[in-house]
Structure formats: C-alpha cells, structure tokens
C-alpha cells in the first residue's frame, strides 16, 4: 500500500502519517539536508535540534530513523513500513547536493531523475509505504527564482506520487480529506468531454 499524505506546515500532517502504521514498527526516513548541529548556543540550530527530538518522541522507540537522500535505494531493499517525512526536504537536499538553485536546466533534470527513480522504486516495493510531503502551491508566487523552482517542482514531484498511490490525504486545519477516489486530471477531463 502507497499513501501519500499532504498538507501545509503544521497542518497535522506528520501525526497523521505516524498514525497509519497504528502501533507496527516502521522505518523513518528523514530524508533532508541534515543540519550541522555544531553550535550548541546558535539559536537555528537548537530549534532544528527541538524539532527533531520531538518528532523522535513522538514516535516511540520502536521506529528506526535513517537520514538520507536515497530514498529509491531505501524502498528498493526494504521489507518493513516506510515513512519518508519529507518529500519537500528530499527535492530541497538533491538541489542543494547538485548546487542548481541559481541552474533550473540542472535542477529540474536532477529532480526528473530521481522523481523516475522514486516511482521506480514505489512500483517494485512490497511493503507499506507513507510519504509526507507539504502542500506549497496554495499561496502567493513566490519571489525568488529559488522559490518558484521549488513550488514548481514539489507540485510536480507531489502529483507524479499521487498518480501511483493507493491513497492520498490530504490535511488541512487538522482535517483530513481522502483523495483517493477523485480522478486524476486526465480522467476528469475525459468525463467532460462527453457533454
């Protein structure tokens, strides 16, 4: 089973993820820039440090975590429940490992790649995987080119994930919606166009 669950910041989307393992262990993939954490009295770096301690409590010893950008090579060889939290952090640490904030050309086909892989790898998994993954296109254009390549490109990579998903949710204010049986643009389309 492939779930994709959605949202904005502090929506309730990651309780909502941990919840669908309902008690089974499960493998955390965090797979994000991994901060430095080398100053203990830099502000930034003790609210990152808060932020994970949290969410690894929140979890219970029970849960292996695994920081890393791999995440098609971590689906391919696992045989536990997966929960990759976040897909926004994940296309933020492979732009940032290829340096193509300021390239677009290189960013969106470094994303294309590992986007191919990613479906790859959901496609040959057999066991329960959740993703996570924030909701960004809802508000302004961004103002910066940086900015509008990563809502661009989340947008894409969240849409390619919800074509393959068994499930999609969708949470907002702490609601949850369930996607999961809406159709997809293309099939929506075709419906219309009997009319």
Not at 92 to 104: I, N, S
Request: proline share 5%; aromatic share 4%.
């Amino acid at each position: 089973m492939i779930t994709l669950v959605l949202g904005g910041v502090r929506s309730g989307k990651s309780v909502l993820a941990e919840g669908l393992f309902a008690g089974r262990p499960a493998r955390y993939v965090a797979p994000g820039p991994v901060p430095r954490r080398t100053d203990p009295d830099d502000a930034a770096d003790r609210e990152w440090a808060e932020r994970v301690d949290a969410h690894q409590a929140r979890r219970g010893p029970s849960w292996t975590t695994l920081e890393t950008g791999d995440v098609a090579g971590v689906l391919r060889t696992a045989g536990h429940p997966i929960l990759v939290d976040c897909l926004g952090t994940w296309l933020t640490r492979l732009v940032d490992d290829a340096q193509a904030w300021e390239d677009r050309l290189l960013a969106r086909a470094v994303l294309a790649d590992a986007r191919d892989a990613l479906l790859a790898s959901l496609d040959e998994s057999s066991c329960d995987v959740v993703l996570v993954s924030n909701e960004v296109g809802l508000g302004v254009v961004p103002a910066t080119a940086s900015g509008r390549l990563f809502r661009d490109e989340l947008g894409r990579l969240n849409a390619a994930v919800a074509a393959v998903a068994d499930e999609v949710l969708l949470v907002v204010a702490g609601r949850v919606i369930d996607l999961s049986g809406s159709p997809g643009i293309a099939p929506f389309l075709a419906t219309r166009s009997g009319r």
